[in-house]
Every structure is written in structure tokens, then in C-alpha cells.
């Protein structure tokens, strides 16, 4: 039996969105392979190893300051609209 997980697998396990599976940062923090031209696998044991590195839900955000920034402001710092 392979160790191998899908995308679909990972998001489940880290309940997160496939499409954040996929992302680069994602890909490369979770040791991705791929099978053929479009499959992405993840071995289960760097899985398990980025999960106690405790790296679940630490997105780099840009902080947010109170000097009264306009609403505008912030999407337009965080790219939102």
C-alpha cells in the first residue's frame, strides 16, 4: 500500500481548501511530487512531520495598524479588491 496522498486527502487532513493545498508555498512546505504532467502527490510522513512542526494555520499576514487607516486602505494593502 503507498503512503502517497492526493490533494483532496491533505485538505481533508489539514481542513483547509485543496486550492491552499495547491498553492506553491504549500506545495514546497509539504514536499509535493508530482505524478506525470498534472498529479500532485504528498508523502504521508513529511505530512505528519510540517503537522508537529506546529505550522497549521500560520499564514503571513501584513499587520494591521490602528492609526485609522481607511477601509480602502486595508484591501488595498492586502490585495482584495
Not at 506545495?27 to 511530487?33: K, P
Not at 477601509?71 to 482584495?80: A, E, F, V, Y
Request: proline content about 2%; charged content about 25%.
Amino acid at each position: 500500500m503507498s503512503n502517497a496522498l492526493k490533494v483532496k486527502d491533505v485538505a481533508r487532513i489539514l481542513n483547509c481548501s485543496e486550492s491552499l493545498v495547491r498553492t506553491p508555498a504549500m506545495l514546497a512546505a509539504l514536499g509535493a511530487f508530482r505524478i506525470g504532467k498534472r498529479g500532485i502527490r504528498f508523502h504521508h510522513e513529511l505530512l505528519k512531520a510540517y503537522i508537529a512542526r506546529g505550522q497549521l494555520g500560520h499564514a503571513e499576514k501584513a499587520p494591521i495598524s490602528d492609526e485609522g487607516g481607511s477601509r480602502s486602505d486595508l484591501t488595498d494593502r492586502h490585495g482584495i479588491w
